[in-house]
């Protein structure tokens, strides 16, 4: 026996659907389908089987009415679910805040200057002996051989090469005053050692530079000598760099370089395998801007090639001669050991020496102008570096005046054994006066009675105690005693603290901070006295009182 089901929603539809077609009528009450029943063309009625086993006849207008009838229901079922789905989103969009939409990524912005085009072509050569003599004395133009160097060069080259054939691990500590040659030379060792290389006479190495100038912070030595190590390896923070370095080097596997055998990469490549290691030589210039506070970063370098099996080799170059007996800490002085050279300052002689090799004697600049010029630099620091700048500028001026339509003044330059345009004392002087004559002469030269009366009271009063600073009373007094003799309008208390201040300000004098206005308050001159007495010289007034004093 067929027990009744009442059927779904869904069921409905498509039974209403179905009964689209000629031959079949879907009969429903209330809501149910009560038969189905097949009708023929030569029939007038149609007949309904009841599935529960009833069998009830009705007309076709019973039929027709309980069809709307129950499509009317349904439209309105559909309704009411549509307003309840609605009222569910909107209280959904109540609850939950609106999602902001995702932004994307802005494009990468196009380059603003357009590459450099290569050069093609090999550069063409100077015009004239003036230009070609100015190219040889810029500092970036590097001479087959160092002159005065000779034993320097000796010294690096044999350290280097037997360190290269033992494998590394070793440390050479460079030192001298700015100037002398020590970047220079080490490059050209280094340069020499590749060359022998490519001949094979001794085993394969890498260089590595850092310069501690070009970087922001002496931690960002690891990241430069990481990414220089490993270049296609991705960026990485200082501290994961140090950890990176810590363990490449095998600090930390039982004091052994080599002890991990590869290390992996983001993509997991291979960067580096420990069994076909290379001497690394490392050259760290400009060694004192890593100092630190707790010294680590130094520390670490000087470290790293002396754990066992380490290929590395530290060429550490720094400005200062005693730097590991004043600032370095015992354990790193344990790691540098004994392995020192120095550079000293560069002599007159030497100084010329280096200038007639690039340029010659007799040519582009005289004699004894390059006499001149190099006994002024070694008087004052030895740096070759500021005797070729002091020569090219010589040279530039020269051009300047040459290419100029005054014909009387370039005849001056012209020398009378090669009848060509020739650097001469005068021009260097000029030079030297312009590159080393500080700013703070003009300004004093320019400066107002009472300020320069002021600058020379600070002066008297501190020759008169002895002491280096005096008080803004004394000086007070002795700028009253200027000014009464030669007839000037003494300017009152206020006046010259404005005076005093106006002084500060261009840091000619220094002044003892929280006590303004303050009768004891300390000041004291911030130049030099000589360049003070250059600035008086010329003045009427202040010649009057230095002549007195003197």
Not at 198 to 207: G, L, T, V
Not at 384 to 397: Q, W
Not at 420 to 446: A, C, G, H, Y
Not at 459 to 477: I, P, Q, Y
Request: overall charge negative; glycine content about 6%; proline content about 6%.
């Amino acid at each position: 026996m067929l027990t009744a089901q009442t059927p779904t929603r869904r069921s409905l539809r498509a039974t209403a659907s179905a009964a689209a077609t000629p031959r079949q009528k879907v009969v429903v009450i209330s809501g149910r389908s009560d038969g189905v029943s097949d009708c023929s063309d030569d029939d007038s009625e149609c007949s309904d089987k009841n599935f529960g086993g009833g069998e009830e006849e009705e007309d076709d207008e019973d039929e027709s009415e309980s069809e709307d009838e129950s499509e009317e229901e349904d439209h309105e079922e559909e309704e009411e679910e549509d307003g309840d789905e609605q009222e569910t989103t909107e209280r959904r969009k109540r609850r939950s805040p609106a999602r902001q939409p995702t932004r994307r990524r802005p494009p990468k912005r196009a380059r603003i200057l357009p590459l450099l085009p290569k050069r093609e072509a090999a550069r063409a050569p100077p015009p004239t002996d003036l230009a070609r003599a100015r190219e040889l004395l810029h500092v970036s133009h590097v001479p087959d051989a160092l002159p005065c160097r000779e034993d320097q060069f000796e010294d690096i080259y044999s350290y280097l090469a037997s360190a290269v054939e033992k494998g590394g691990g070793e440390c050479l500590y460079i030192s001298g005053v700015p100037g002398t040659g020590k970047t220079a030379t080490v490059r050209q060792v280094i340069k020499t050692l590749q060359d022998q290389v490519a001949e094979e006479s001794i085993p394969p190495f890498r260089f590595i530079e850092i310069n501690g100038m070009k970087l922001t912070d002496p931690n960002q030595a690891y990241c430069a000598f990481w990414e220089a190590l490993f270049p296609e390896s991705p960026k990485v923070s200082p501290k994961h760099a140090c950890d990176l370095l810590q363990e490449f080097f095998g600090v930390g596997n039982g004091g052994t370089a080599g002890a991990s055998t590869k290390k992996k990469g983001k993509a997991g490549k291979d960067l580096f395998d420990k069994k076909n290691v290379v001497p690394i030589i490392l050259m760290v210039d400009e060694l004192d801007l890593l100092l630190t506070s707790k010294q680590t970063v130094i520390y670490n370098f000087f470290n790293w090639p002396r754990i066992p099996s380490s290929p590395l080799i530290l060429i550490a170059i720094a400005n200062t001669m005693d730097l590991p007996e004043r600032v370095f800490s015992h354990k790193i002085n344990s790691r540098v050991g004994g392995s020192r050279l120095g550079f000293n300052a560069y002599t007159a002689a030497e100084l010329a020496q280096i200038i007639e090799s690039r340029v010659g004697g007799g040519g582009a600049i005289h004699p004894d102008a390059i006499t001149f010029c190099t006994k002024k630099v070694a008087g004052m620091s030895g740096d070759a570096r500021r005797a070729l700048d002091i020569c090219r500028k010589a040279i530039e001026s020269l051009e300047s005046t040459c290419s100029s339509k005054d014909a009387e003044k370039a005849s001056k330059y012209i020398s009378k054994e090669t009848g060509r345009p020739q650097v001469d004392r005068k021009l260097i002087s000029d030079v030297i006066r312009d590159l080393f004559s500080p700013t703070v002469v003009p300004f004093i030269t320019n400066s107002s009675v009472h300020q320069k009366l002021f600058l020379l009271a600070i002066r008297k009063s501190m020759r008169k105690t002895g002491d280096l600073d005096a008080t803004f009373e004394s000086v007070v007094d002795e700028h009253k005693a200027y000014c009464q003799p030669l007839s000037i309008p003494f300017p009152t208390t206020h006046l010259l603290e404005k005076v005093a201040l106006q002084l500060f300000e261009t840091r000619c004098i220094l002044m003892e901070t929280g006590k303004f206005m303050d009768p004891n308050q300390k000041v004291k001159l911030n130049v030099s006295e000589g360049d003070m007495l250059l600035a008086l010289k010329d003045d009427a007034i202040c010649k009057k009182i230095l002549a007195k004093e003197v």
